[in-house]
């Protein structure tokens, strides 16, 4: 199977689109629900967990890994695909979020501003300002964390009107930074559900960028570039949900990112 790991339900919006890009796989869904949210928590705490929860995927007979969080794949990648993963899992590979967004992000924008909206960890991060740097070195990326929208959205008030207070005064926290961005990224997979919200106070002309479609282009041509791991992934379509909380739950509120109704099962790790 592939896997798709996230710390919560936001993984689900990238899943979906990778889902609907290759149906032909066999997924398995993990969501870390009972340790979530990662975004607040120190490098240490989100690279073991995120390691303990890459180790029981593979177990469970993934070869391939995707880190569908922007959290993970800032604060644990590295550590597990140069620390971990050598020597105990040669065969199998981890793949995050930020890489594939950062190869195409500059392709979007006219004027080379760039704007990220992101959890504390991943700001604080500056992963998306290495990686972008590494492939548009003339492009100018400006920040803004957004602690309260992963707890909005799970919360399920994004749609509501206490969330526009939150969301424009975010959006205007970014936007001063620069007045020539252009381009503004959703760097966290919990984000899309509050793109009508996030739509209304961005000004004409500025355009909005979710990930998912970024990744799952970004996963098809890793499959056609990797035939190893390809080759080694089942073709039925069956899709498989864990969480390390109440699966009820998870049920609930997955089937709201997903977009279909949602049956897991709840593991321990």
């Not at 499959?223 to 998870?250: M, V, Y």
Request: aromatic residues 10%; glycine residues 8%.
């Amino acid at each position: 199977m592939i896997g798709v790991f996230d710390s919560g339900y936001g993984g689900l919006t990238v899943f979906r689109a990778i889902r609907d890009a290759l149906p032909q796989y066999d997924y398995l869904y993990f969501g870390d629900n009972a340790r979530a949210p990662y975004g607040n928590r120190s490098f240490e705490s989100i690279h073991e967990y995120t390691w303990q929860s890459v180790q029981w995927m593979i177990a469970q007979g993934c070869p391939l890994v995707i880190l569908a969080c922007n959290t993970a794949s800032a604060k644990a990648l590295r550590s597990i695909q140069q620390g971990d993963m050598p020597g105990q899992y040669d065969s199998e590979r981890v793949l995050g979020v930020i890489r594939p967004t950062a190869e195409v992000i500059g392709d979007y924008s006219n004027t080379g501003h760039v704007g990220i909206l992101g959890t504390t960890g991943t700001v604080q991060s500056e992963s998306y300002l290495l990686e972008i740097r590494k492939f548009y070195p003339g492009v100018s990326v400006y920040q803004q964390a957004c602690p309260l929208w992963v707890p909005l959205v799970e919360a399920g008030e994004h749609e509501g009107e206490g969330a526009d207070y939150i969301v424009e005064k975010n959006l205007n926290q970014l936007l001063q930074q620069s007045p020539d961005i252009d381009t503004v990224l959703l760097a966290c997979t919990h984000y899309p559900l509050l793109s009508p919200k996030i739509l209304t106070y961005l000004p004409e002309g500025v355009r909005l960028i979710s990930q998912g479609s970024i990744v799952a282009e970004s996963l098809k041509d890793y499959l056609e570039r990797h035939p190893e791991i390809e080759q080694r992934l089942p073709r039925q379509g069956q899709i498989r949900f864990f969480t390390t909380d109440s699966a009820e739950d998870f049920n609930q509120k997955a089937t709201m990112f997903f977009g279909e109704d949602v049956r897991s099962r709840q593991i321990h790790l």
